[in-house]
């Protein structure tokens, strides 16, 4: 099997299982070969449960990093874009898609802004414009439902929604990159949560889900965005990328509450990729 070289751009939060620190795994274990570009170094992540956190702007040693590659002559087959920590880097994002992609090369976005109806800590309008912007570059946008609302100006509520408004949401969104788009978070009733997909060009819509579990799942979305950027490098389909990432996190989720391990540190993922595997050279 052709092992695709492909670039993750995110942050490294040094204490926690989200970001990088789950997608070079997942995206190794489904035979990529992964080379990483981290935008920002924290202690933890930025969510509920940590305060006074250390965060590290990487924006100079990207400069630097991005010189030496050209000299190089590097280049991608795929990148996989996470958090971003400015909207310098938005800039440099477009430039590397420019620079460094192979012809037919594939972009997924995972555009992190927020969640639960709010935006993360350091950003704002004018982030979240920039992000607008860049969804028109790539080839995939993977927001959940809280970015949906911002990346589209709707007002934000937390479900369950009718396939009416999420097929309306895929369809707005797509209009962004005339691409592919992947909802997460959809839930059509109080049951299941899962992953609504739209090809702009195909018209072809899927929806996949598994149970819901109350709580908050920190690095979930990660694992989820990795998953189907994973398959998607591997030239799989959209159904089985979406249906695979779906039930890998549900699988994870209960695997997590399971251990009783503190959540705001992350989930437990390692001990599942190997259905990863399986469902690639099935």
Request: glycine fraction near 8%; charge should be negative; aromatic fraction near 10%.
């Given at each position: 099997m052709r092992q695709p070289r492909v670039l993750v751009i995110q942050d490294i939060s040094a204490s926690c299982r989200i970001s990088l620190n789950v997608a070079v795994p997942v995206l190794s274990c489904?035979?990529?070969?992964?080379?990483?570009?981290?935008?920002?170094?924290?202690?933890?992540?930025?969510?509920?449960?940590?305060?006074?956190?250390?965060?590290?702007?990487?924006?100079?040693?990207?400069?630097?990093?991005?010189?030496?590659?050209?000299?190089?002559?590097?280049?991608?087959?795929?990148?996989?874009?996470?958090?971003?920590?400015?909207?310098?880097?938005?800039?440099?994002?477009?430039?590397?898609?420019?620079?460094?992609?192979?012809?037919?090369?594939?972009?997924?976005?995972?555009?992190?802004?927020?969640?639960?109806?709010?935006?993360?800590?350091?950003?704002?309008?004018?982030?979240?414009?920039?992000?607008?912007?860049?969804?028109?570059?790539?080839?995939?946008?993977?927001?959940?439902?809280?970015?949906?609302?911002?990346?589209?100006?709707?007002?934000?509520?937390?479900?369950?929604?009718?396939?009416?408004?999420?097929?309306?949401?895929?369809?707005?969104?797509?209009?962004l990159n005339r691409g592919i788009v992947i909802l997460t978070g959809v839930r059509f009733d109080e049951k299941n949560v899962g992953a609504a997909s739209y090809h702009h060009e195909t018209k072809e819509y899927a929806y996949a889900a598994g149970p819901h579990h109350e709580g908050h799942f920190d690095g979930t979305g990660d694992l989820f965005s990795s998953v189907v950027a994973g398959f998607l490098f591997q030239e799989k389909s959209l159904q089985l990328a979406t249906e695979t990432a779906v039930e890998y996190v549900n699988r994870v989720i209960v695997r997590t509450l399971d251990s009783g391990i503190d959540l705001k540190y992350g989930v437990q993922f390692e001990t599942d990729l190997p259905f990863l595997m399986e469902q690639l050279y099935q």
């Open positions: 489904l035979n990529n070969g992964v080379n990483v570009l981290p935008t920002a170094l924290l202690s933890t992540h930025t969510g509920v449960g940590f305060s006074d956190y250390t965060f590290l702007n990487l924006t100079s040693e990207i400069k630097k990093i991005l010189t030496h590659w050209k000299k190089l002559k590097i280049s991608f087959d795929g990148i996989l874009i996470g958090y971003l920590g400015s909207t310098e880097q938005i800039e440099l994002i477009q430039y590397i898609i420019k620079e460094f992609l192979k012809p037919g090369g594939l972009t997924v976005l995972d555009p992190v802004l927020g969640d639960h109806g709010f935006l993360y800590a350091g950003f704002d309008d004018e982030y979240v414009e920039e992000i607008r912007k860049l969804c028109r570059e790539v080839s995939v946008i993977i927001p959940n439902l809280t970015e949906t609302s911002f990346l589209l100006q709707r007002s934000y509520h937390p479900g369950p929604y009718t396939e009416k408004e999420v097929k309306d949401y895929l369809k707005e969104l797509a209009s």
